[in-house]
């Protein structure tokens, strides 16, 4: 394989596995895992199965060969006692293993550190300290010099250093010289071998591996065999044999330095954590922190991965591809500052942007999790109520009361529209002018609130906007434009209509106190409508202590200070839905769930039909149960329980989103769709809401070019041109592959919503897929420092892409 795919398999695990032991694998130890391969290895015989090395990465620091030459006279029974010390250095081409031959081969350096003649030793030990500190020319005429003494020894040493210097050609030339005498045949014919490969010749790779295959029981007595064994068994693939000589060898001194090699079987068995342990096995001053760092990125230990990888950068600055791999650590974990900064200096050479983006090219993909059940129904058993304020949040905005100036005239409208119960509706904190325009406002408002109980929000959002266009300064108009808006999840015009409420009307808390809420899903600054709202409670709700209770402890909720059980909601004359559901949201804040399922069970009294209550009252319920019981309590909800299906269908967006997830994570999509179709096609109302849902259904289903095909229509012929419509649009897309189609509606989506955390994110990988090193930095940069994670979009490396570029 080439060297771009094997660095960049490091990234491509998303699930963190246990932690690693960081403790020094022992010989034992090898020995277990040994036998635990046993059984599969009588499998993998069966198979002609073809292996790919991956972890070590394209700038991996790969096998040095470390042996021993045991000079022995003809005639003379003398002994020589040799020692092996290992050298590294950077490949060029890792290893693919093929069910054939070896694609590339890494470069083998081996150079004895002793022996018996002190005067040779002290040479080869001059000619490497020159070699390390850049005399090469010095260097090579030691070895010259050494020839005198021992030419096999001399020949090489000096092929040793000509792989490094890449002079494969004279570094054969050398090898076969050293063959010639006839000694450590097999040693000099494995980096033979290697030196062939790197010429492209790979017949004669073949033979010279094949000669050290040969001649390798010749070696069955050296100290070093076990080894010498390993490594040519692995460039024979015979990857079983190779690990068995590993970990059952013949001297203990050998170990430390098999750590590579063991590594590489390991990994070519898929066996991450147990390569990690070989490395970490290697002593500290030779560690390799490189590989170390892709393999814990691999299976997901990021936070390793990062600190091993900085560690190695330290001393290796200019390693662009080490500096690529960690920006791409860096936006896996979210760190958007120091991924922002990173792609940004690689950016400034196009030369070095244009490799490192050929060995990590990555691709957007969409989230696991999404179509993942088993992983929906965790998510959505921890995260929907226990997990964070997102459900809550939203259901303040569900159960909120619109505002109208007259409430006994509204309620004539209402009943005269055939609406006759559940009224969720206040008066004005305002003073009550008597005019024509008032009047006029207030049955618009009216007209609207007809709209919105017959579960049609798009009519009820035209209302109010015809009617807040002709009266800009009215505060009301601008706060039930704001829950329109919040209910459809536009929250960017909710909290821009909230905030303006606000500040025309500063006794209207409420707007101010909505407005801070729909900015804990945006990026927006409240502190100063913090303060100026603790300043207005001092002469806000004097005539009605139950209204100033329920602002309180609304405020108190935002602010997570919770002091207040909220037992004045028993007192309260006109218990409103919004004070149950604050006490239920109060109930998810402090996990306390039994508050929540009283709240809900209140709610559940006055919207018997409901789908968002019966759904977290269920959850609340059974928060400590198994989910598949959960599960079958909200499939039977959805598939026998008489819901109003119509506030789904046209009504909030809170409702389609979990009616569809519930499908999702019950295994009722496919109910849903066929109900959902028949429904569209009987309908008289506008279709838009029924769209949105089938939409949704088919995103679960995998369905994306249906998905896709339906929020087109929604946006080009049914005016659907909100940013949340556009950006599921864009998710559909990506879904099918059509990146560019996707980035353009990602780009209008932001243009419509600059705070959207998502968007940002998403676009700056669709342009660092694209090689635009710069745009990506930049969008990245716009989320730096935001806590954010993206519930839609993740990345892996495109191997396809390097595959195909080596084609």
């Not at 032991?21 to 069966?46: G, T």
């Not at 790919?52 to 006692?81: D, R």
């Not at 936006?331 to 690689?346: C, I, M, R, V």
Request: hydrophobic letters at 40%; proline letters at 2%; glycine letters at 4%.
């Amino acid at each position: 394989m080439a060297k771009e795919t094997q660095e960049i398999s490091s990234f491509n695990g998303d699930n963190v596995s246990q932690q690693t032991s960081n403790k020094k694998i022992s010989l034992q130890k090898l020995q277990e895992i040994f036998f635990l391969y046993l059984e599969k290895f009588k499998q993998l015989q069966k198979k002609q199965k073809i292996f790919i090395l991956c972890g070590f990465g394209a700038f991996i620091v790969i096998l040095l060969l470390v042996l021993v030459f045991v000079f022995s006279g003809k005639k003379q029974k003398v002994s020589h006692k040799v020692e092996i010390q290992q050298e590294k250095q950077t490949t060029e081409e890792d290893i693919e293993i093929t069910a054939e031959f070896l694609h590339s081969l890494p470069k083998v350096e081996t150079s004895l550190s002793k022996i018996d003649d002190k005067n040779i030793n002290a040479l080869i030990q001059k000619a490497n300290v020159l070699y390390d500190s850049g005399n090469k020319i010095e260097a090579l005429n030691i070895f010259d010099k050494v020839a005198t003494f021992s030419q096999a020894l001399a020949n090489y040493n000096l092929g040793v250093l000509q792989i490094k210097q890449k002079d494969y050609s004279n570094a054969l030339k050398s090898f076969e010289k050293s063959l010639n005498s006839g000694e450590n045949v097999s040693l000099s014919a494995l980096n033979a071998a290697i030196s062939a490969r790197y010429m492209g010749d790979e017949k004669l790779y073949l033979h010279y591996l094949k000669l050290a295959t040969n001649k390798l029981p010749e070696e069955n007595q050296k100290p070093f065999y076990s080894y010498l064994y390993a490594l040519v068994n692995f460039y024979n693939q015979n990857y079983f044999a190779a690990l068995s000589s590993i970990t059952n060898p013949i001297t203990d001194s050998y170990i430390p330095m098999s750590a590579e090699i063991a590594a590489k079987t390991f990994l070519v068995f898929d066996d991450n954590k147990n390569a990690i342990l070989a490395l970490e096995n290697q002593y500290d001053e030779k560690k390799d922190y490189k590989n170390l760092s892709l393999l814990y990125a691999r299976i997901g230990e990021y936070d390793k991965a990062k600190s091993y990888l900085t560690r190695y950068l330290q001393n290796n600055q200019k390693d662009f591809e080490a500096t690529m791999a960690l920006q791409i650590l860096y936006l896996k974990t979210y760190d958007f500052y120091q991924a922002s900064n990173f792609l940004d200096q690689l950016s400034n050479d196009k030369a070095v942007m244009q490799k490192v983006n050929d060995i990590y090219p990555i691709k957007v993909v969409l989230q696991k999790r999404l179509f993942d059940v088993e992983l929906a129904q965790r998510d959505f058993a921890t995260n929907s109520l226990k997990g964070n304020h997102y459900i809550a949040d939203r259901i303040l905005f569900y159960f909120a009361p619109f505002k109208v100036f007259n409430v006994a005239e509204t309620l004539d409208i209402l009943r005269e529209s055939g609406i006759f119960s559940n009224y969720n509706v206040t008066a004005s904190e305002g003073k009550l002018v008597e005019s024509k325009t008032i009047a006029q406002i207030n049955k618009d408002i009216a007209q609207s609130l007809v709209a919105i109980y017959k579960n049609n929000l798009r009519q009820a959002l035209k209302i109010l906007k015809k009617a807040a266009n002709s009266n800009p300064n009215h505060a009301i108009l601008h706060y039930d434009l704001g829950l329109v808006y919040a209910q459809m999840d536009d929250l960017e015009n909710a909290y821009k209509h909230f905030v303006k409420a606000y500040y025309l009307d500063s006794n209207n808390v409420e707007s101010g106190l909505y407005a801070i809420l729909a900015s804990r899903f945006l990026d927006k600054d409240t502190q100063r409508m913090q303060k100026d709202i603790t300043q207005d409670f001092d002469h806000i709700g004097a005539n009605d202590p139950i209204k100033r209770k329920f602002l309180l402890s609304f405020f108190s909720y935002l602010n997570q200070s919770i002091a207040d059980d909220m037992d004045w909601i028993e007192q309260a004359r006109d218990k409103l839905p919004i004070y149950y559901a604050l006490k239920g949201a109060f109930g998810i804040q402090t996990k306390n769930f039994s508050d929540t399922y009283q709240a809900f069970e209140k709610l559940d009294m006055l919207y018997h039909d409901d789908l968002i209550i019966k759904t977290i009252k269920n959850l609340a319920q059974g928060i400590d149960a198994n989910f598949k019981q959960n599960a079958l309590k909200l499939y039977n909800m959805i598939a026998k329980d008489p819901l109003n299906l119509e506030r789904v269908y046209n009504g909030p967006a809170l409702a389609r989103q979990l009616y569809a997830y519930i499908g999702f994570i019950t295994g009722s999509l496919k109910i849903q769709e066929d109900h959902l179709k028949e429904k569209l096609t009987a309908s008289l109302q506008s279709p838009n809401g029924i769209l949105q849902a089938l939409a949704l259904i088919n995103l679960y289903q995998h369905k994306f070019d249906q998905a896709y095909a339906i929020y087109d229509t929604l946006i080009n012929n049914l005016g659907e041109s909100d940013t949340r419509t556009k950006f599921l649009s864009a998710v559909a897309l990506i879904g099918t592959g059509n990146y560019d189609n996707a980035a353009l509606l990602l780009q209008l989506s932001k243009m419509d919503a600059e705070t959207n955390f998502e968007t940002k994110f998403v676009l700056g990988m669709l342009y660092q897929q694209a090689g635009n090193f710069k745009a990506a930095a930049s969008h990245y940069a716009m989320i730096a420092g935001k806590k954010f994670a993206s519930s839609f979009f993740d990345f892996e490396i495109d191997t396809q892409k390097i595959l195909d570029s080596k084609k």
